[in-house]
């Protein structure tokens, strides 16, 4: 694991998405390795009924967000007993809601091809996740408990 690479994404994430603990409804970011072998490192944030996971994942090379549904002050993992789903990447759930594709994808989630480094996806991608928020995820920033059942 790169930890530099992993202290420039903690300091980012920190950086861009205060503005969910200021919401009253968040806490965090929490850090965990889900899979402890694997270099993948997720920064959550939890609320009473979702989570927001900000997800460095040095193996394939890639920067994402997801939302998540809370049960029982745990963030769940993709569909739960009753066959919900309970995670989704905050890309697809914008564009389910009809946000345009020039406003989802900028630059390297555009690409075909080549990829930017691991190094300038935190750089460009976890301000632009946050923008997103910020501008289309006010059920999000709500916490809102029906939220990944309304799609």
């Not at 998405?17 to 959550?44: A, K, N, S, V």
């Not at 789903?85 to 555009?110: C, F, H, Q």
Request: glycine share 6%; with cysteine.
């Amino acid at each position: 694991m790169d930890h530099e690479l992993q202290q420039l994404f903690r300091e980012m994430v920190e950086r861009e998405f205060t503005f969910l603990i200021e919401t009253g409804h968040f806490r965090g970011p929490i850090p965990h390795q889900p899979w402890p072998l694997m270099p993948i490192l997720y920064l959550t944030y939890i609320g009473k009924n979702l989570a927001v996971d900000l997800i460095l994942d040095e193996k394939d090379e890639y920067v994402t967000c997801e939302i998540r549904r809370v049960i029982d002050g745990e963030p769940m993992q993709h569909v739960d007993l009753h066959r919900r789903r309970t995670s989704e990447y905050l890309i697809s759930l914008l564009a389910e809601r009809g946000v345009p594709e020039d406003e989802i994808r900028i630059g390297p989630m555009k690409r075909r091809g080549r990829r930017l480094s691991l190094k300038a996806q935190i750089l460009v991608l976890v301000p632009h996740y946050a923008r997103l928020l910020r501008k289309y995820g006010r059920e999000i920033l709500e916490d809102n408990p029906r939220f990944l059942e309304t799609i």
